[in-house]
């Protein structure tokens, strides 16, 4: 499973942007998706997911703010961030899991076999 996210970019605080994650060598429909993101010197920290259900989670930062969503026909998945602060620079990764992920594990990263190589997200204050 190959991973390619982009979208990323320099946005004023109060902004928006839009991030892709475009699947290949696997049906989208198969896998539940994640996204995370690292800042500098930060742990690694879940952002959204989405499982094969459709259903969506979020982490409590970005909840209200965030929007996660995949179109299997176009084997990609989304995270549409508004009201963006500067906290939320970091680089953002996205991730796949073919098992699930399983509901308790949504955002554990462990649960995530195959990754991105992250788009950096930086907001400006």
């Known amino acids: 499973v190959q991973l390619q996210a982009s979208g990323g970019g320099l946005v004023q605080s109060g902004g928006s942007l839009r991030l892709s994650c475009v699947v290949s060598?696997?049906?989208?429909?198969?896998?539940?998706m994640g996204w995370f993101r690292q800042a500098p010197g930060k742990e690694r920290e879940f952002v959204a997911a989405?499982?094969?259900?459709?259903?969506?989670y979020y982490g409590d930062s970005v909840k209200g703010r965030f929007t996660i969503s995949r179109d299997n026909a176009k084997n990609a998945v989304y995270l549409q961030m508004n009201s963006l602060k500067p906290e939320d620079t970091a680089a953002y990764y996205c991730?796949?899991?073919?098992?699930?992920?399983?509901?308790?594990?949504?955002?554990?990263?462990?649960?995530?076999?195959?990754w991105g190589q992250g788009t950096l997200v930086t907001v400006s204050s």
């Open positions: 991730a796949a899991s073919p098992t699930g992920p399983i509901l308790s594990a949504v955002s554990n990263s462990q649960s995530y076999a195959y």
């Open positions: 060598e696997r049906t989208l429909s198969t896998l539940g």
């Open positions: 989405v499982r094969r259900s459709g259903h969506t």
